[in-house]
């Protein structure tokens, strides 16, 4: 079925959150590493450069799927991270990293209609020192390039640490004036690692001068949509007002502790029986919608087709804009040759569906590692070489003696 190509928002990124929902694209980096062209671990996009066409057809499928917003996959590419650990990414260059990602996305976007957005998240220096000045050092050698390419919004995301999220905010208003921009957090609806209430952590964003904030990656779309509605209970209380944002995991995790899903067991390789639904993505999307939230999108594990039901959900508020091949909630299966598939062509049999794993005996929550550490802990502190048997030794006795006292 074709998409109805009338109806998808004009205007400035700001002028579209005023007019109604604006769609952002899903994961790359765990959707690239699944088709071979990122490496698990440094999780650094140096495909763009070295596979820019497997990061032109993902920004593609996502354009297509319906988003409004397609993000120049530049994650994690901050110069430190680029050579941390032994990592060699680092060989093409900050500038030439984010240069080629801003160059594919604008070349996939920018004829659809679309906008492209500048991305940052947390780097290894904040983890390691806690310097002000020197973190947002590794921040400016990035928005150079988002500079010269004139990207149409920022987005800060990512981090678990309000305080280096208010960095990363500073820096951009200093060194981008005028460039509208978005910050998320990597927190749970509880607190961000260092025991920041949720609430307290979005009106901190807010007045840093973020114009949009909210809630990215580490939990599902349920429970990231209500660490946003604490955001913006605290807000309006302190009588400041701005735009909300949601790009959760494409993974159900109701049993992650305040690490999300990095200390799940399954992370990063066996999270498969996690993946949402595309009705799950349907209900989440309204939910996200009524709770006041503009900036819809998602992170890892959000594939196109899932940002597909975010779009076909809220079409009738995108002034019936519809993506490529939209499902109907199984409308196409009147067309099956088998009559109890084409039974399955309503609405009301996907949304009751209770889905199983297909594993006899399989176990429905996991326990978290939960080891509790974080920036400021000698386990954490990063470095260029790579990692030693030393610190891998280290590991392993903090997580036995962990064990052994709880």
């Known amino acids: 079925m074709a998409g109805n190509p009338e109806g998808r928002a004009t205007g400035t990124f700001l002028e579209r959150l005023e007019k109604g929902p604006v769609i952002g694209d899903g994961g790359f980096v765990f959707a690239l590493e699944k088709r071979g062209y ?13 596979h820019p066409e497997a990061v032109r057809q993902l920004h593609r499928e996502f354009i ?9 996959f530049t994650f994690y590419a901050s110069e430190d991270k680029l050579n941390n650990r032994g990592h060699g990414a680092g060989k093409h260059g900050v ?30 220096t904040y983890l390691t020192s806690s310097d002000k000045n020197a973190v947002k050092e590794e921040v400016k050698k990035q928005l150079q390039v988002f500079k010269d390419q004139e990207v149409d919004l920022m987005i800060c995301e990512y981090y678990e640490h309000v305080e280096e999220a208010e960095w990363h905010i500073e820096a951009i208003k200093e060194f981008m004036p005028g460039t509208p921009v978005c910050a998320s957090l990597a927190i749970s609806e509880d607190c961000d690692v260092h025991g920041i209430p949720t609430g307290e952590c979005g009106v901190r964003l807010v007045r840093a001068g973020a114009d949009v904030v909210g809630v990215n990656c580490h939990f599902d779309p349920f429970r990231c949509i209500a660490a946003v509605k604490k955001m913006i ?37 066996a999270l498969e029986s996690r993946i949402m639904t595309r009705f799950d993505m349907a209900r989440y999307a309204r939910e996200a919608w009524d709770a006041g939230i503009r900036f819809i999108g998602g992170c890892c594990g959000f594939e196109p087709y899932h940002i597909r039901a975010v779009s076909e959900e809220l079409s009738a508020e995108r002034g019936g804009y519809l993506p490529a091949n939209c499902s ?33 005996y399989s176990a429905s929550l996991s326990k978290p590692d939960s080891w509790g550490i974080t920036a400021g802990h000698d386990l954490v502190k990063q470095h260029t070489e790579k990692t030693t048997e030393e610190e891998l030794k280290a590991g392993a006795d903090f997580l036995s003696q962990r064990k052994a006292c709880c």
């Open 38 to 50: 990122v490496e698990a671990g440094p999780w650094t996009p140096e495909a763009v450069i070295e």
């Open 64 to 72: 297509r799927a319906g988003s409004d917003i397609n993000q120049a």
């Open 95 to 124: 500038y030439g990293i984010n240069k080629a990602a801003c160059e594919v996305v604008k070349e996939v976007t920018k004829p659809a209609g679309g906008l492209v957005a500048g991305g940052i998240c947390q780097t290894p």
């Open 233 to 269: 209970t605290a807000v309006n209380e302190a009588g400041l007002s701005c735009h909300y944002m949601v790009q959760p995991l494409g993974f159900w995790t109701p049993d992650a502790g305040v690490q999300g899903f990095i200390d799940l067991p399954e992370f990063p390789f």
């Open 328 to 360: 109907r909630w199984g409308e196409c299966l009147q067309k099956h040759t088998k009559p109890w598939v084409r039974n399955r062509a309503r609405r009301e049999y996907w949304e009751t569906l209770n889905p199983s794993t297909g594993r006899p």
